[in-house]
């Protein structure tokens, strides 16, 4: 759902809306990770890939949102080459030490540089803009705190499940090349 746009939106500013989105479902599913599940230990840096990562942008906007180092590894497909490599390692044929060896340095590291209390505020009026898109409550009411007292797993259960994120993030993206177009 695309909300406030007018006649001056572009086409910059729907991928803009959807690169924040796609980094504050992120921090939303780190944050999660971490309350819900006992043996999680903070991460202290998360290695992104696939075409979104290519430009700059998007991997320093995670950076700053998710408030981790992000490397962005050489290969184009991190997911592939580590499920072969611990597909190697359960299966004894390469070792820890020999996998470490072979990785080539990241291509870009991307530290945080935006302000943690701006980046906790854009991501508090996310989260209200989702909530008032799934329950159609106002913008300034402030109920997240009366909500969690309420039900703490609450958060947990009113997740946008990753295939919602993907259907949306493709529509967001054809909309952008359809206003690009006009």
Known sequence: MLMGLTSHTTSRHV???????????????LEA????????????KLIVGGEL?????????????CNITIERPQISSPATLGAMLATGLAMDVVTL???????????????????QT?????????KKAVRMCLRS????????????????????KNSIPGSLFIVTSFAL??????????
């Not at 990562?53 to 700053?64: G, I, R, V, Y």
């Not at 106002?138 to 947990?156: F, H, K, L, N, T």
Request: glycine content about 2%; aromatic content about 8%; overall charge negative.
């Open 53 to 65: 990562m290519e430009t700059p942008f998007l991997p320093q906007m995670l950076a700053d949102y």
């Open 173 to 182: 993206i054809i909309v952008a090349e359809m206003l690009r177009i006009l």
């Open 33 to 44: 990770l971490q309350r819900d599940c006992h043996t999680w230990r903070p991460l202290g």
């Open 15 to 29: 991928v803009h809306a959807a690169y924040e989105a796609t980094c504050f479902q992120t921090r939303q599913i």
């Open 137 to 156: 409550t106002p913008m300034d009411e402030d109920s997240e705190d009366e909500e969690q007292i309420a039900d703490p797993q609450r958060s947990v």
């Open 97 to 115: 030490e020999n996998t470490q060896a072979v990785l080539a340095p990241p291509a870009d590291v991307h530290q945080p540089v935006m302000c």
């Open 118 to 126: 701006v980046a906790d505020a854009k991501y508090k009026r996310w």
